[in-house]
């Protein structure tokens, strides 16, 4: 049980899910931030990956200006989330301080039209709208969607 879901935990059992023959994806911050991460943690993380090219793996962030380490990691993709256009200085910042090969950004819940996004050497986007009970109560128009989509794919 965790006792305060602010106080970060690591559960080292969990990394045997990775050890599977069948090639998957894993979202590795799906309940955490990787900037909460302890550098210990990620590097029992990191090696474990190693340990298994046959998955891909996916790490987010709201807070890449806390981070910064290298990785040569072929099969983990490095992400920022980015719901407005005050936050696309994560983009950048996650490009300075995560020095990997393979970067992407969730555009998830698009909250306003981010306008011309610097995309370079980003490899993969997600894009969507608020979901669940809130979703009514935000609106991501539709040529925000496509803007992005048509930058990504000018690249």
Same mark, same amino acid.
């Given at each position: /049980?965790?006792?305060? @879901? ?5 559960? $080292? %059992?969990?990394?045997? /899910? /990775? &050890? ?5 994806? @894993? ?12 550098? &210990?943690?990620?590097? &029992? ?5 190693? =340990?298994?090219?046959? +998955?891909? @793996? #996916? ?6 200006? #806390?981070?910064?380490?290298? *990785?040569?990691? &072929? ?5 920022? *989330? ?19 090969? +393979?970067? !992407? ?9 981010? %306008?011309?996004?610097?995309?370079? %050497? ?16 935000? !609106?991501?128009? $539709? =040529?925000?969607?496509?803007?992005? *989509?048509?930058?990504? !794919?000018?690249?």
């Amino acid at each position: /049980m965790i006792d305060d @879901f602010a106080d970060p935990e690591f559960f $080292p %059992g969990k990394l045997k /899910m /990775m &050890e599977k023959k069948r090639p998957q994806n @894993f979202l590795l911050t799906g309940m955490s931030d990787l900037s909460g991460w302890k550098p &210990e943690w990620r590097d &029992e993380v990191f090696a474990k990956i190693r =340990e298994n090219p046959q +998955h891909q @793996f #996916l790490f987010l962030t709201k807070r890449p200006d #806390l981070l910064d380490f290298d *990785t040569d990691l &072929e099969n983990a993709w490095f992400g920022v *989330t980015v719901t407005r256009k005050a936050e696309l200085w994560r983009i950048d910042a996650l490009r300075k301080n995560v020095r990997a090969k +393979h970067y !992407h950004v969730t555009f998830e819940p698009l909250f306003d039209d981010p %306008g011309t996004v610097d995309l370079s %050497g980003i490899n993969w986007i997600v894009v969507g709208t608020m979901t669940g009970v809130q979703s009514r109560k935000v !609106h991501t128009e $539709p =040529e925000w969607t496509w803007s992005l *989509t048509d930058q990504a !794919h000018a690249l």
